[in-house]
């Protein structure tokens, strides 16, 4: 149950992260819009407003293009780190491949001890009805 939870709270989480992404966007979209709306030609006052309309506009959208790579960075790190689904199924492969290869092994030693068992009775055998002895 716990596992489902943290599924589910990660899923929200990369949901919120997209909506914000997505929200970032159409923001980032509107700002460079009255961005290139401002650019006016004009006497010298009017150009120093638009300088200056064009320079808090311009704030906004570097802003908000820094928002949106930190998102994006985010989003980035949970597909990366937050497949926790991915991660315990490649774990478990790999630890069941590996308890396989053990148990193979134990299986050949156990088969190694049974052949020198063998060997020895057949020696001890050998030696006892030796004439030589």
Request: charged share 25%; with cysteine.
């Given at each position: 149950?716990?596992?489902?939870?943290?599924?589910?709270?990660?899923?929200?989480?990369?949901?919120?992260?997209?909506?914000?992404?997505?929200?970032?966007?159409?923001?980032?979209?509107?700002?460079?819009?009255?961005?290139?709306?401002?650019?006016?030609?004009?006497?010298?006052?009017?150009?120093?407003?638009?300088?200056?309309?064009?320079?808090?506009?311009?704030?906004?959208?570097?802003?908000?293009?820094?928002?949106?790579?930190?998102?994006?960075?985010?989003?980035?790190?949970?597909?990366?780190?937050?497949?926790?689904?991915?991660?315990?199924?490649?774990?478990?492969?790999?630890?069941?491949?590996?308890?396989?290869?053990?148990?193979?092994?134990?299986?050949?030693?156990?088969?190694?001890?049974?052949?020198?068992?063998?060997?020895?009775?057949?020696?001890?055998?050998s030696y006892y009805s030796s004439q030589y002895r």
């Amino acid at each position: 149950f716990a596992m489902a939870a943290a599924a589910s709270s990660e899923s929200l989480e990369v949901v919120d992260l997209l909506q914000r992404l997505e929200d970032g966007v159409a923001a980032m979209l509107q700002q460079f819009t009255r961005l290139l709306r401002s650019a006016r030609i004009g006497d010298g006052l009017e150009t120093q407003l638009a300088q200056f309309s064009s320079s808090v506009l311009t704030h906004g959208l570097l802003q908000s293009a820094d928002g949106l790579s930190r998102i994006c960075e985010s989003l980035l790190r949970n597909k990366l780190l937050g497949d926790r689904t991915a991660i315990r199924a490649e774990v478990s492969s790999v630890a069941g491949r590996q308890r396989a290869e053990a148990d193979a092994g134990e299986q050949q030693l156990r088969a190694v001890q049974r052949e020198m068992e063998q060997a020895l009775r057949r020696l001890e055998t050998s030696y006892y009805s030796s004439q030589y002895r």
